[in-house]
């Protein structure tokens, strides 16, 4: 296979060992596929080709070096990059040049990453659906957001790890949008300094990845100072907490789905556990009043009012910001740590949680509201509707595509683990992979 063929970071990793691709082929390879790809999809708002191609000069030197050498990375234009635009797409920071790297960034090529260039974020974290965005496979649907750029790049192969950042699901949406992984680990466990504050007692930084191999590697390389588990476990050793409840207003083949996926795991011999969750509108009501309040607070007096404030899910964002006084914020911490308790609490019981990434599949473009179960909500209301739980909670939680449903699209599921067991998280995903747990498409 020449490097254009090989999209996996597993595979490409292994080609660079043995010396039959080089990391200046696999970095030409990647840019060559952004070069025919990103004028149509337009995820990147940056591409940073000089400096990877230095980069990949000091892989192959042996200069730089790391169990990561020679990964190509596209970075989400909320998390500073030395020398690159990192405005996230905020009318009123636009041009901003980072002059250092985030801690993250830094993790990665202190292991030998290489950044190829940034991706276009949905207006500094406030939408789920990046609009300027075109889904690679699907043109009529969202790509999701607010990583919407890293998402739909890796779908295209780009790259086969993007960094993104989740504060109500915008890794995970995306993830799902785009058919692809993605990984929000527990809150604060890779440093968020040097990225562009959201919402920060929300704001996560994490991964997106083509394939589980690559997400559980690279997140792996990521949480080195957290523990992981002391012995092997089977199949058989797992318990899953399930609520049908949480999602009984999903889509009838998202609820099938979860179905075929517990007797999948039951076959495998785990055991599926009953559990009792939150519910959504409960989760909602902390979490709205808490990343509306944290995000106009600190980008609200400076928004631009021709770039910014036009923009209808900034507008939505003001108009509830009114209503939400210091009273409703204090007692929004306060549930928030309760529910945070109670989900804890949970994982006595169980190892890990499933449920659905999205109520429905991914929205076509222009769709201002959707109707589930019998009541309409704006799409972005819906879309976060399942995910913004763990950032409440601030869980480690992955989303990953189990079933196709049309060309480019289809429907992922999410599983969360206790906090700061995210490398424990890693571990399951490749044992429940090996039951067969990720080919629910083939059937």
Request: charge should be positive.
């Amino acid at each position: 296979m020449t490097p254009s063929q090989i999209y996996s970071w597993t595979d490409q990793k292994m080609m660079i060992r043995a010396g039959f691709m080089t990391a200046k082929e696999l970095v030409d390879s990647c840019l060559e596929r952004i070069r025919r790809g990103n004028p149509k999809i337009n995820a990147l708002s940056q591409v940073l080709e000089s400096s990877a191609l230095a980069a990949a000069d000091q892989v192959d030197g042996g200069r730089l070096q790391g169990d990561l050498a020679g990964l190509c990375v596209v970075v989400k234009d909320m998390i500073d990059v030395a020398s690159a635009v990192c405005d996230g797409g905020l009318g009123y920071l636009a041009g901003r040049t980072a002059n250092t790297d985030a801690d993250i960034v830094t993790s990665l090529k202190n292991k030998g990453a290489i950044i190829l260039g940034m991706g276009r974020s949905d207006t500094g974290g406030f939408g789920i659906q990046t609009p300027e965005v075109c889904h690679p496979a699907a043109p009529e649907r969202i790509v999701g957001g607010s990583s919407g750029g890293c998402a739909a790049a890796v779908a295209a192969g780009f790259a086969p790890v993007a960094l993104g950042t989740d504060s109500g699901g915008s890794i995970r949406i995306p993830a799902a949008c785009c058919g692809i992984a993605g990984f929000k680990p527990t809150w604060g466990a890779p440093s968020v300094r040097g990225i562009l504050p959201f919402a920060p007692t929300l704001d996560h930084a994490g991964l997106l990845a083509g394939s589980v191999d690559d997400l559980t590697v690279v997140a792996d390389e990521l949480l080195t100072h957290l523990p992981k588990l002391a012995v092997n476990i089977s199949a058989k050793d797992l318990r899953i907490g399930v609520d049908p409840t949480f999602y009984d207003e999903a889509d009838i083949r998202i609820k099938q789905v979860m179905t075929d996926i517990q007797a999948v795991l039951q076959r495998a011999g785990a055991r599926i556990v009953p559990i009792s969750l939150p519910r959504p509108d409960a989760v909602a009501r902390i979490h709205d009043p808490l990343v509306v309040k944290e995000s106009m607070d600190i980008h609200g007096p400076y928004l631009d009012a021709e770039t910014d404030r036009e923009k209808p899910v900034i507008q939505s964002c003001q108009a509830y910001y009114t209503t939400v006084t210091k009273a409703d914020y204090k007692t929004a911490c306060r549930r928030r740590l309760e529910m945070q308790q109670k989900i804890e609490r949970l994982f006595e019981k169980v190892h890990c949680i499933i449920l659905p990434a999205m109520p429905c599949l991914p929205p076509k473009k222009d769709t201002p509201v959707l109707r589930l179960a019998g009541k309409k909500r704006p799409v972005d209301t819906y879309l976060r509707r399942y995910t913004c739980l763990f950032n409440v909670s601030r869980h480690p939680v992955v989303s990953l595509p189990v079933k196709a449903v049309l060309p480019g699209i289809g429907i992922s599921l999410q599983i969360a683990a206790p906090l700061y067991a995210d490398r424990h998280l890693l571990q399951w995903l490749s044992l429940m992979g090996q039951s067969d747990f990720f080919n629910l498409s083939s059937r």
